[in-house]
Every structure is written in C-alpha cells, then in structure tokens.
C-alpha cells in the first residue's frame, strides 16, 4: 500500500464541466513533458475528454476535502452539478482548474491505451500552476489524510 495525490481530473463537455477521482496520475517523460491518467472505462467524463481532446489534473490541497468530496461517494452529486458554486478557474485548454489545489496540470490528450478494463491517457502539459504554500490532501488505503 502506498500514499497517492488525491487527484481530480477535469474537462470542459459538451454539457459543461466533467470530472473524476483518477485511479492514479503519474509523470512520464519530462521531454515531451507528458503525464498519465488511469481511468475506468465506464467513467461518463471519459467521453467529454475524448470529445475535448483536453483534461486538467488537480492535485487538491488538504483544505479541500469538501471539493474531493463532490467526487466521491454514492451520495455525491453528478456531472456539471460537482461543481456547482466552485470558483474554477481555465488555463490554455480551457478544462476547469478547481479551487483549493497544491498545483494543476492543463494537458492536451494525446494518446490513449486500453487494458484490462482501464484506460491509460496520456497527456502534453501545456501549463502549470502550483501553490508552493499548500499542503496535499492524500489518500493511503481507505483513509484521507492532511499531511
């Protein structure tokens, strides 16, 4: 068991914002600076990153637990309702930089694999924005931690 990033992972459809809990981010190469996004197949905002060809990578901060909250849960509201009332802001792709985050990555979409039920996207970061005074919200096994 590891500790990971809680990262939300955004696009701009064609009903408005979508978003998701990524099953796990991870830099690949720094030239072409391109990140990964696992994702499940059956994912709704899957389809509004397709059609967009563009996603943000939201690292939340540990003062964000009510945003991770929008994402999570069966309770949780859905698609353009998650963010609702959230001041988010847009960089070059235009996909929804949510507020409280350690640091964002916009990327373009650049290619994606398929395996064993999850897809695995690869991303050109285009443009970043970092809280160098925020702490990460961080997920280890079931629990979420302020660190």
Known sequence: MRAIGSAIVTTEGPSGPA?????????LTAEPPIMTVAVGQSTSALGDIRKSGAFAINYLASDAKHVLNRFVGRDAPKGAERFAGLDCSRLETGAPILPGTVGAMDCRLEEEVERYGTILLFGRILSVVQDGDARPLVHFGKSVLSI
């Open 19 to 27: 978003g998701f809990l990524a099953l796990s981010t991870s830099h």
